[in-house]
């Protein structure tokens, strides 16, 4: 399953560039580069390579920051549509409808910031769900629901 990610002692910590608490689902690979236990409650980082189109949803608690390694994305956030590649940043106020898509389907990288902490449970969830054998579907509602997720 990979490497948890080390939690916060106080004094920060290191994590190599292949760590990461690796999850899988959907065919896509989330690497939890950085979660609750580790930034005591302030943000989430996950790295996202063979990435899903996600379509449009509202966070309740959660800000949500995308910074291109690879690929070329289209987000929406609101009304306005922004065109990103290697090296840009989006990002998107929690309240505020959103949605990601590759211009190349199921290519590129991302690194996605959740503010507050927290929703590297989302991932590790659906992941669960998927390698117990759930139905996916209902997975993806129950999980939506539970951590605020309005698919649109």
């Not at 939690?7 to 760590?19: E, H, I, R």
């Not at 689902?25 to 609750?36: G, L, M, Q, R, Y």
Request: hydrophobic fraction near 35%.
């Amino acid at each position: 399953m990979g490497t948890k990610v080390p939690s916060v002692d106080g004094t920060g910590f290191k994590l190599a560039a292949d760590g990461g608490e690796r999850l899988r689902f959907s065919d896509a690979e989330f690497i939890v580069k950085a979660s609750t236990d580790t930034t005591d409650g302030a943000f989430t980082v996950i790295e996202e390579s063979e990435p899903l189109d996600t379509p449009l949803h509202v966070h309740k608690n959660e800000d949500e920051l995308w910074y291109v390694l690879e690929g070329e994305h289209v987000f929406q956030i609101g009304d306005a549509e922004f065109h990103a590649g290697p090296g840009e940043t989006v990002f998107g106020p929690r309240g505020l409808p959103h949605a990601q898509r590759r211009v190349m389907p199921r290519t590129g990288r991302l690194l996605e910031f959740f503010s507050p902490a927290g929703f590297e449970r989302f991932f590790r969830e659906l992941s669960e769900a998927e390698r117990a054998g759930a139905s996916m579907p209902e997975e993806y509602a129950r999980v939506s629901e539970k951590y605020g997720i309005t698919w649109l």
